[in-house]
T-cell receptor
Framework: QQQVRQSSQSLTVWEGETAILNCSYE??????FPWYQQFPGEGPALLIA?????DKKEDGRFTIFFNKREKNLSLHIKDSQPGDSATYFC???????????FGTGTKLQVVP | EAAVTQSPRSKVAVTGGKVTLSCHQT?????MYWYRQDTGHGLRLIHY???????EKGDIPDGYKASRPSQENFSLILELASLSQTAVYFC??????????????FGPGTRLLVL
């Protein structure tokens, strides 16, 4: 049972556009949502994260928008660059008691 | 800087053979994890551990064993490798469960090909 879902397996945008990656979850008790970025040949690495008490988290060109009522969130990458081409994983954690759940990932390609 | 290393980085194994993948972390983290990554399936948790000498089953443990001889080291063992176990395997560590303590630090991965 997939507790964290990423609706798109892949996404292609032009350089300079805003890429929007979507994620939804099932368990309303999840309260911490990290996004990991993975480049080919490497392991995933934390990019940005949000707690459920917030509805927005911004870090440079990367912004998470969080909708607790709808149980979904999205990662916006503003002014996308070819160097942003990677696979992005949405994940979700409870406050304690069990391990983090990962979505299946969205492979982003930014075309120059 | 926190670090998770894996060995080997790639391996070719024969069907029915035994494979051991090793992971070492210098993060001083209690929690360690083994994932496999396949196209379309993302990261799937095989085994995890929160203390030395103890391991727990994740979501897809069948065909795999794990060993945690120390806080720093965590191994994944395929006793009888099968074609379906061809994948990229990642080790990760985290300080705890819950909140930012749950941020996982991943190793570079091991690419396993079973023939």
């Amino acid at each position: 049972q997939q507790q964290v879902r990423q609706s798109s397996q892949s996404l292609t945008v032009w350089e300079g556009e805003t890429a929007i990656l979507n994620c939804s979850y099932e368990n309303s008790a999840f309260d911490y949502f990290p996004w990991y970025q993975q480049f080919p040949g490497e392991g995933p690495a934390l990019l940005i994260a949000i707690r459920s008490v917030s509805d927005k988290k911004e870090d440079g060109r990367f912004t998470i928008f969080f909708n607790k009522r709808e149980k979904n969130l999205s990662l916006h990458i503003k002014d996308s660059q070819p160097g942003d081409s990677a696979t992005y994983f949405c994940a979700a954690s409870l406050n304690s008691g069990t391990y983090q759940r990962f979505g299946t990932g969205t492979k982003l390609q930014v075309v120059p | 800087e926190a670090a998770v290393t894996q060995s080997p980085r790639s391996k070719v194994a024969v069907t029915g053979g035994k494979v051991t993948l090793s992971c070492h972390q210098t993060n001083n983290h209690d929690y360690m994890y083994w994932y496999r990554q396949d196209t379309g399936h993302g990261l799937r948790l095989i085994h995890y551990s929160y203390v030395a000498d103890s391991t727990e089953k994740g979501d897809i443990p069948d065909g795999y064993k794990a060993s945690r001889p120390s806080q720093e080291n965590f191994s994944l063992i395929l006793e009888l490798a099968s074609l379906s176990q061809t994948a990229v395997y990642f080790c990760a560590s985290s300080a705890d469960w819950g909140g930012s303590q749950d941020t996982q630090y991943f190793g570079p991965g091991t690419r396993l090909l079973v023939l």
